[in-house]
């Protein structure tokens, strides 16, 4: 009994499709090497896996074979049109240096070189070319200036406010200093005239340099003291005051 018709696909299984894929390789492989023996025929094979890995099979080289197969399908109609494309492109590269060396030309005439071979006409419309660029040159370093003053203007703004904020809390700091120093000053003024002398009594008060017994006197300014007489012992005088 036979084996039944299978269905060529993809297989989804990783194992069972790695396990096929060596076991045809290895058939193909030797498929080709006996047709080469056998039919003594050039054969060459490629194979490349699924993660990239490169088999092969050359009976007289790979590349050998290769190149015969290149000379084999070359086409003249095929090589017409890789002449025309050539030269297409060579054209193209002669307009772009053409252009090129235009604009060089261009560059060196705003510059003030090789003037000589231009004509008055040439060179008006270098002026005016130089005029329009001078031009649009000077609105652009207006605007630049315009927007920087805009700016410097909203700085300005800006310091000003931070500036008043300070002013006005340094004012209100200065209030408040204020306002304690007139505290403390009213307190300080009270304290000294509970625990203040009269000016009076304090004129009085004297150092005396003479020893006293006993509790002293108040003597009246006018009182004066008699002086004792040449001789006279006033030993005692002061026990009898």
Sequence with gaps: MGRGR???????????????????????????YELSVLCDAEVALIIFSSRGKLYEFGSVGTIKTL?????????PQDANTSDRETQAWYQE???????????QRSQRHLLGEDLGPLS???LQNLEKQLEVALSQAR???TQIMMEQMEELRRKE???GDINKQLRNKLEAGQGA????QGQWESGAIVGNNTFSLHPSHSSH??????????????????????????????FMRGWVL
Aim: hydrophobic share 30%; charged share 30%; aromatic share 6%.
């Design 157 to 159: 703004r800006q310091l």
């Design 139 to 141: 609105q652009r370093k």
């Design 205 to 234: 008060i004297e150092c005396e340099p003479t020893l006293q017994i006993g509790y002293p006197q108040f003597v009246p300014p006018e009182a004066t003291i008699p002086r004792s007489a040449p001789g006279e012992n006033n």
């Design 93 to 103: 590269v002669s307009k772009l240096k053409v252009k090129y060396e235009s604009l």
């Design 6 to 32: 299978v269905e060529l696909k993809r297989i989804e299984n990783k194992i069972n499709r790695q396990v096929t894929f060596s076991k045809r390789r290895n058939g193909l492989l030797k498929k080709a």
């Design 67 to 75: 190149e015969r197969y290149q000379r084999c399908c070359y086409n």
């Design 120 to 122: 008055v006409r040439e």
């Design 177 to 180: 200093l204020r306002s304690i």
